[in-house]
């Protein structure tokens, strides 16, 4: 069993975490893309693209929602393998 307080370890350990972080990073911006084509097929198929207009769908808002704290996600997540520390 391997010392978990040897360098090698943590690094190794940190290297694995960054790993991690990076495939969940990968697939919520999948997940983004996903939502985009679902954002523009039902505009497509109500045929309003203006979000502020009374017509817009409510499944179209309600995915972009969703698509907006996807990709803050996203930026905190990329902020912590790169180190950057967090806004207060």
């Known amino acids: 069993m391997a010392n978990p307080y040897l360098p090698e370890t943590l690094r190794r350990t940190a290297a694995t975490g960054r790993l991690q972080i990076a495939t969940l990073v990968a697939d919520l911006a999948r997940s ?21 207009a009374a017509a817009y769908p409510a499944l179209a808002r309600s995915l972009r929602a969703r698509r907006e704290n996807i990709g803050a996600t996203i930026a905190s997540l990329e902020a912590a393998i790169h180190g950057v520390p967090r806004a207060a």
């Open 32 to 52: 983004m893309a996903f939502l985009t084509a679902d954002i523009e097929h039902e505009e497509a198929r109500v045929g309003v693209h203006d979000v502020s």
